[in-house]
């Protein structure tokens, strides 16, 4: 059976997924992630959806594995043993676009030196990315490669929306605000009408909260607004990414505390957000189950910077009609969906206390004015519809 290949490669964990040539129910026929790559790599995997209990080489990655080798295993694994399938295209999720790619595009040896080109706006990112892309050219050269944007699906909004107030020619160079986590919003956007029926081309208000979080507002079913601007830092507080912050501290940070610019950068990519306040853990589920207050004052300034930034989205779209909720944290949280919404009566949000714990489609109460719904989301079902385009 010909199938769909997708690879997510993150900085630390590689995602891979095969999908059937048609569009099916959105799920994997096989699926799998190894995570703590650089540290100590580990499998978890699945077969339809059902745990799998992997064979070699995968139960056995080397303490070194990196991005590049892991490919090479996963492509000799796949035809060794489950040849029943046959990658004939791989889609990548590709963090940034720049102004170069509004789509998902075929990978030619002159986009893949486009691709390079756009390292220095995702370098914690993009190099993983293009190291997989690399891999797969050497080891399997007949598969069409695509590259599917976190940015292309913020591609909709305004001009001014995407501005800094700096000078016009760094504008015209592209120091914008791109957006990200575009896979996962244009994968809710297509699913809106299956839970808000007729609501779904409204002001809709999507709360991605993972390890990286961001939102989107949209109406139309179209980004208007997002959270995150010129890079992965901005917006709302992340598992170790501080979000919003004065870039007076930057330079404070190197001017008056000496710090170099690698420092500054492990410091705002690696050592802030939830680990950074609250000292203890990057993790949701951690802290949730501590009785530390620095940990309780870290959700509580996560909640507090979600809250700010639905006020600031609302406004954008001249008013509110649905929040969503998805990603690790926005899925699983009923204790963060909670305190997020309840401080947002005045807007018309109000919660179903007990749809909230199971946390499933909607859960706001029948009287709220906007409604509230629990979706995951499936960044890598969006990859292989849109790799399944160049087919
Ligand atoms: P993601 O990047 O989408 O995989 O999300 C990772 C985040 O989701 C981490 O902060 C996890 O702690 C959080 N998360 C996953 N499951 C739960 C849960 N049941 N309760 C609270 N947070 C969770």
Redo the contacts with the bound molecule.
């Keep these: 059976m010909d199938v769909i290949l997708v690879v997510n490669s993150g900085s630390s964990s590689l995602k891979f997924a095969l999908y059937p040539l048609t569009e099916g129910n959105g799920k994997p026929l096989l699926s799998g992630v190894v995570s703590g790559i650089g540290v100590n790599p580990k499998l978890s995997a699945k077969l339809a959806g059902k745990s799998l209990t992997v064979k070699p080489p995968f139960d056995n990655i080397a303490k070194e594995a990196t991005h590049d080798s892991l490919i090479k295993a996963l492509l000799e694994k796949l035809e060794s043993k489950y040849d029943q399938y046959q990658p004939v295209a791989v889609g990548h999720r590709m963090v940034h676009g720049g102004n170069l790619f509004t789509k998902p595009s075929k990978i030619t040896p002159e986009s893949l030196q486009q691709l390079k080109s756009l390292i220095p706006l995702a370098p914690l990112h993009q190099p993983h990315s293009i190291v997989a892309i690399e891999a797969i050219a050497k080891n399997a050269p007949e598969l069409l490669q695509i590259a599917c944007f976190d940015t292309s699906f913020h591609r909709t909004q305004s001009k001014i929306e995407q501005m800094f107030a700096i000078p016009r020619a760094l504008t015209e160079e592209g120091i914008i605000r791109y957006g990200f986590h575009g896979l996962s919003y244009e994968y809710i956007a297509s699913v809106l009408p299956e839970y808000l029926g007729d609501q779904a081309d409204s002001r809709v208000l999507v709360a991605h909260l ?3 979080t961001s939102m989107c507002a949209m109406t139309d079913r179209k980004s208007v607004s997002s959270t995150m601007g010129f890079s992965t830092l901005e917006g709302l507080v992340m ?1 170790t990414r501080c979000g919003l912050l004065d870039a007076g501290v930057i330079l404070h940070l190197i001017q008056e505390k000496g710090m170099s610019i690698d420092e500054v950068q492990k410091m705002l990519y690696h050592e802030s957000g939830l680990l950074g306040v609250s000292g203890i853990s ?5 802290l ?1 189950e501590s009785d530390h207050p620095d940990a309780k004052q870290a959700i509580d300034l996560f909640c507090h910077r979600a809250k700010e930034e639905i006020g600031n989205l609302t406004s954008v779209m001249n008013g509110l009609d649905n929040i969503i909720f998805t ?3 926005g899925e ?2 009923a204790m ?1 969906r909670e305190k997020i919404c309840e401080p947002l009566a005045w807007l018309g949000v109000k919660l179903d206390l007990q749809a909230n714990q199971n946390g499933e489609g909607k859960i706001s109460a029948e009287d709220s004015r906007v409604g509230v719904y629990v979706i995951p989301t499936n960044e890598e079902a969006t990859i292989a519809k849109s790799t399944r385009g160049f087919l």
């Design positions: 993972g390890n990286g598992g990057s993790d949701m589920r951690e949730e990603a690790g944290i699983n949280s963060v």
